[in-house]
């Protein structure tokens, strides 16, 4: 069943692509089957993570950006992880709207994450879903995501390129950019250039990313980009910035490190998440972590101890329970 699907997947069904991310979202099982099947064939695409203020144009732009790629005869994924609610919000259907235009188009294939309600984390629900256009065909994969918080940076993590989008008069700039937008940042875009200010703007990153000389070492120096994503201005530009920054990946032999550290890092944090689900679920439903929260708050457990006893507890008890199968299989 689930070899039938990925099958399908790989000969590039956008029906069954869209199946399979409903069963990821719904931790439906069947989704790890396929997942396992579609594997083999993922880490082709190349990831543009365009990230911003809410409001920066970041729709605008991954809508222009996808036409621009077209172009090229590229197949494109989008994945806009709508930050609002879990609910189809405003935002979500906003995105709907401005990019159905681009809907009719049998080789884009939009998809829209809320960012609530994923147990394993969104950047986990992200690489999963990149993975799924990554197997799907699609050349290039953008996704779209406010540049916030924690989660928000993490989903970033999952790009091969980042940029990273501001706009003139937010007056959030450098505050971003104290909030290691900077780190992240391989391409900068100043979006509504049309506004008064950008080319102020303009200077005061270019300025910020050459006192950064500890940025410079990386050996790529982040341009900045103007554009006016409504206009399709400048949008050419950022797509030449980016293949430019694609470039210098596979020249300088840090694509491959860059993905080796990714892969590194989706590795633990999913058996992180499944290891914690598991424990969690043992501590549950036997009632005991009510009974240790109790006990913590007489002071009569410090969490140190409860920490360590309970995983050497699971580890003990699991591997008793692996024995025990053994022996009732042998
Ligand atoms: N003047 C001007 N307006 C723009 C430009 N680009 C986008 N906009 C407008 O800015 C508003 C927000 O654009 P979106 O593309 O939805 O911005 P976003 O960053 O995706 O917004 P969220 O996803 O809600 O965070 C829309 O009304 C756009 O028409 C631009 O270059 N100049
Ligand atoms: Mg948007």
């Not at 050419?236 to 860059?258: C, M, P, Q």
Request: aromatic share 6%.
């Amino acid at each position: 069943m689930a070899h039938d699907f990925a099958a399908q997947i790989l000969e590039g069904s956008n029906r069954a692509a869209a199946r399979l991310i409903s069963w990821l979202e719904d931790e439906d099982e069947r989704a790890y089957e396929c997942m396992k099947e579609i594997y083999p064939h993922t880490g082709r695409a190349f990831v543009v993570g365009i990230t911003g203020s809410p409001g920066a144009g970041k729709s605008t732009l991954t809508n222009a950006l996808a036409r621009e790629i077209r172009q090229s005869g590229l197949k494109v994924g989008i994945l806009a992880v709508d930050p609002s609610s879990p609910f189809t919000g405003g935002a979500l259907l906003g995105d709907r709207v401005r990019m159905s235009d681009l809907a009719d188009d049998p080789d884009i294939y939009i998809r829209s994450m809320a960012t609530r309600g994923f147990l394993g984390g969104m950047a986990k629900a992200a690489s999963d879903v990149v993975k799924v256009l990554d197997a799907l065909g699609k050349d290039v994969i953008v996704i779209e995501t406010v540049g916030v918080g924690q989660d928000e940076v993490d989903i970033v993590g999952v790009a091969d390129t980042t940029c990273v989008v501001l706009v003139p008069g937010l007056g959030d700039a450098i505050q971003s950019m104290k909030a290691g937008i900077m780190e992240i940042a391989d391409v900068f875009v100043i979006n509504k250039a049309d506004r008064p200010g950008a080319d102020m703007l303009c200077a005061e990153v270019s300025a910020r990313i050459e006192m950064d000389a500890h940025l410079r070492e990386r050996g790529w120096v982040a341009p900045v980009n103007k554009s006016v994503a409504v206009e399709g201005v400048g949008v050419h530009e950022l797509w030449l910035s980016i293949e430019a920054h694609r470039k210098y990946l596979f020249d300088s032999g840090r694509f491959y490190e860059s993905r080796r550290e990714k892969i590194a890092k989706e590795a633990l944090r999913m058996i992180h998440g499944e290891l914690f689900r598991v424990v969690r679920e043992q501590l549950e439903q036997s009632g005991r972590l009510d009974a240790a929260v109790e006990k913590l708050m007489n002071k009569k457990l410090d969490p140190y101890t409860l920490m360590r006893d309970t995983l050497t507890e699971w580890l003990s008890s699991s591997q008793c329970k692996r024995r025990h199968d053994e022996d009732t299989k042998g």
